[in-house]
């Protein structure tokens, strides 16, 4: 058991670090409205490391004016801690903020074996409770096992544009010609810095990148689900990188990396689970043939470029359409939608998104960095009109770096929308 002088000294300094922390530089984000504050459901947010899950909850917390206890387990000096060591943390809890407390953020909690054992014990006795976590499965799916549907999930992607923006302190409505200048200056910065939060501020980009991959292989991965082979689950990783975008071939992967094809599924997988990726499936009544054409984005642009030995393809198509898809699943998510790519056959030019409520395509999207070209205009917009046909929908959107315009075109309307004016769109 750890002594319980440490726990004190140890949250201690952790409640000094918050306090003197300034908050007024934190940025807005949209997730806060997702928080409920008076409901007895644990509040967890889930999403890859460093993302901001932590500076989410403490800034709600605080400006709603809210008394909390915290405990970042995340921190080496609690880092073999057990679950009998629980109730001393809140033990210590209660003498550093005090008995009538109720409101507990638990930060990283799932670092501590039986910790839901914890969480549920403390659900029981009417105390609120905030939980970050960066494991997808030792979250959602632990969580769903055993608090029973008790507790809100809130998933937390790195900055969005609009995030990127409003940090960097972009003007994101005025219409003057500096204004859109500097737009899109900042896009061409975004899809190469990425929108982690710390590494705005940081100089040496390509270390802050290669120990955040590390930490996810090693701490979210290695250990959590005891992997032998840590070198061919970092090549996998990478290879991923450096092939954004593109569909899966589990054959060659495991080709490549001289591992069983059984191993690479698991190695993705894990890699997904710690929100590195996110996949997307083929829209496809056969579940079969959604589970075989799977393509993977990474969770945020700036992982590409900042690695080392990096030779991730410099196609800004590409870039765009990771962006598209990750700010896709942040509007999506919430609103119970569902998002898919569409290829009616192997020869055929795919649709990038088809976003779906149930089993009804909503919207088609398609993303093209440049249509200025007659014939890659003819190939996106045909692509649109055919899916729109089979699919049933009408609602047909094109995203590219262009001005922003409806045209009429075999008898549908297409959108054509600025990619800028899409991410920068108010919801």
Not at 121 to 145: C, V
Not at 153 to 170: K, V
Not at 228 to 257: G, P, S, W
């Amino acid at each position: 058991m750890i002594n319980e002088k440490i726990i004190l000294q140890t949250l201690t300094e952790q409640q000094d670090y918050t306090t003197s922390s300034n908050h007024s530089k934190w940025i807005s984000r949209k997730e806060e409205t997702l928080f409920e504050f008076n409901s007895s459901l644990a509040q967890v947010v889930i999403g890859v490391r460093r993302s901001g899950k932590s500076t989410l909850c403490h800034k709600v917390l605080l400006e709603h004016d809210i008394k909390y206890g915290y405990v970042n387990f995340d921190d080496d000096r609690l880092a073999n801690i057990k679950t009998e060591d629980l109730n001393t943390i809140l033990s210590c809890i209660y003498q550093i903020y005090s008995t009538d407390i109720q409101y507990l953020f638990l930060d990283e909690i799932q670092n501590v074996d039986g910790w839901y054992l914890f969480v549920n014990r403390l659900l029981r006795t009417g105390l609120h409770l905030f939980i970050t976590g960066s494991n997808a499965k030792l979250l959602s799916g632990e969580l769903a096992t055993h608090l029973t549907g008790r507790y809100n999930e809130i998933h937390l992607y790195p900055f969005s544009f609009a995030e990127y923006c409003d940090f960097h302190g972009i003007n994101k409505h005025s219409i003057t010609t500096k204004a859109d200048a500097e737009r899109k200056l900042a896009f061409m910065d975004y899809i190469n810095i990425g929108g982690f939060p710390e590494i705005q501020s940081i100089k040496n980009k390509r270390a802050y990148v290669q120990s955040l991959i590390e930490a996810i292989v090693t701490k979210d991965i290695q250990k959590r689900f005891n992997v032998k082979n840590v070198d061919a689950l970092r090549k996998t990783a990478h290879h991923l990188i450096n092939n954004a975008c593109q569909e899966l071939n589990y054959d060659k992967i495991a080709e490549f990396l001289n591992i069983t094809d059984n191993t690479t599924r698991k190695y993705i997988d894990y890699l997904r689970q710690a929100f590195l990726f996110q996949l997307l499936t083929k829209h496809s009544f056969k579940s079969k043939k959604r589970l075989r054409n799977t393509k993977a984005y990474i969770i945020d642009p700036g992982i590409q470029n900042n690695r080392d030995n990096a030779f991730a393809a410099e196609n800004i198509g590409w870039r765009l359409e990771n962006v598209v898809y990750i700010e896709l699943l942040r509007r999506c998510a919430n609103n119970f939608l569902d998002i898919y790519y569409y290829k009616s056959s192997s020869r055929a030019k795919e649709v990038d998104f088809v976003v779906c409520s149930q089993n009804k395509a909503i919207e088609l999207i398609q993303v093209a960095y440049d249509i200025e070209n007659e014939k890659t205009f003819n190939r996106e917009v045909s692509s649109l009109i055919n899916a729109s046909s089979a699919l049933s929908c009408n609602n047909l959107t094109l995203i590219a770096f262009t001005d922003t315009k409806n045209i009429e075109l075999q008898g549908k309307t297409i959108h054509i929308v600025s990619a800028i004016d899409w991410l920068l769109k108010e919801l």
